[in-house]
């Protein structure tokens, strides 16, 4: 027996593995396309996503595999992924129509009928591995890079739980404005709904501080039917938080599948910041499930010119069945992101090969020149 369990295992083929990378481009504009999903046929419930240059890249057998590339604003396609293949790839924008004129507001009513089925889902939990990162710019300089691999679940109310597994994190220099719990501020923006009054989507009432309009339909008429639904604070609205911005519905499930726009919010009586967000949640089985958050966050001093810029991600990779550990932090711990950081082993093997996001040139450089530094900490 032993030797027949041998002779199976010598015979097994292997496939080398290289990693390929590549771009994604709007075709009508040449421009580049951020959060195309990248997966394989063979993989559907892994993969990744573009970084804010289109860039990606992922492992392809030696004979290539075939890859779907989606995203909400365009047309998904396949392609044929092998080492011989172009590193271009262009999506064309996908077709839209314009509503015709309605009697009453058709948006409130589709508003509310997302926030109902996300409030009747809210226990419905699901878990995932995820990837964070965030990268700080101090008057037009590098400052920081937190990168983590952790585990979370999440509701349509948000983020629950979550727990970090791998770590690692540096520091150019020390600055003026320090935001201590942006992992927070992140989680906060991947609900679908929340009772905050001065949230869009709110339980309260959403008309009374803000305007709904839908603007266009994607794929009208069809079972994928979207609805563009554009967001502004109406002009009573008198708050130091707000959003502006479209909201993407899908209109045959009542679901919310994607957030883009601006959320300005005051940090103190010094810094006024804005976080121009891209949240796209992925239809699973009827539902809304987050796919991931991009997030730009400017912060601006009072009567000063100093500004500091904060770019972030959380990506959802793959689904689990339950969290590695118990020990758990809920979505507003802890005080200071920090905290996972300090004291810890830094092995930059492991962190050239697991990164699920491209990096771009810049961030390249960056952590070239923490790693040629010995600034990094990371817990392994």
Not at 117 to 135: D, G, L, P, R, V
Not at 272 to 300: A, C, M, P, W
Not at 304 to 329: A, Q
Request: glycine share 4%.
């Amino acid at each position: 027996m032993k030797n027949l369990i041998f002779f199976l295992l010598t015979v097994t083929p292997s496939f080398a593995q290289s990693l390929y990378t590549g771009r994604i481009l709007n075709k009508n504009t040449n421009e580049p396309i951020l959060g195309v999903t990248i997966y394989s046929q063979l993989s559907p419930t892994t993969g990744t996503i573009s970084n804010e240059n289109g860039e990606f890249s992922v492992k392809i057998n030696e004979n290539g595999e075939e890859f779907i590339l989606s995203h909400i604003s365009f047309d998904k396609v396949k392609v044929k992924i092998s080492t011989n293949s172009n590193d271009t790839f262009y999506l064309n924008p996908a077709s839209f129509t314009l509503p015709e004129a309605t009697v009453g507001n058709p948006a409130i009513t589709l508003i509310n009928l997302v926030i109902k089925k996300a409030i009747t889902n809210k226990n419905e939990e699901y878990f995932s591995k995820a990837f964070y990162q965030k990268t700080s710019i101090f008057q037009g300089n590098y400052t920081k890079l937190h990168e983590m691999f952790f585990e979370m679940s999440w509701t349509t109310e948000g983020v629950r739980l979550w727990h970090p597994t791998t770590t690692r994190y540096a520091e150019k220099k020390s600055q003026s404005f320090t935001h201590q719990k942006y992992i927070f501020s992140c989680f906060l923006k991947t609900k679908v709904f929340s009772e905050y009054k001065y949230y869009p989507l709110n339980t309260q009432d959403p008309s009374q501080n803000y305007n709904f309009k839908i603007i266009r339909y994607l794929n009208e008429g069809t079972e994928n039917e979207i609805a563009v639904v554009n967001c502004k604070p109406n002009k009573s609205f008198k708050n130091f938080t707000s959003f502006t911005g479209d909201l993407y519905i899908d209109t045959q499930n009542e679901i919310l599948l994607k957030i883009d726009g601006i959320f300005k919010v005051q940090v103190s009586s010094k810094w006024h910041n804005t976080d121009k967000v891209e949240v796209v949640f992925e239809k699973i089985n009827g539902r809304s499930q987050f796919k991931y958050l991009h997030i730009v966050s400017t912060s601006k001093k009072s009567f000063s010119n100093k500004k500091n810029i904060e770019k972030g991600w959380i990506y959802s990779m793959e689904p689990i069945n339950n969290f590695s550990s118990d020990k758990l932090f809920k979505e507003n711990e802890p005080e200071d992101d920090r905290v996972f950081f300090k004291n810890a082993k830094y092995v930059k093997s492991f962190w050239d090969n697991q990164v699920p996001i491209f990096h771009t040139q810049l961030e390249k450089e960056i952590i070239a020149y923490f790693e040629k530094t010995g600034s990094f900490i990371g817990n392994l």
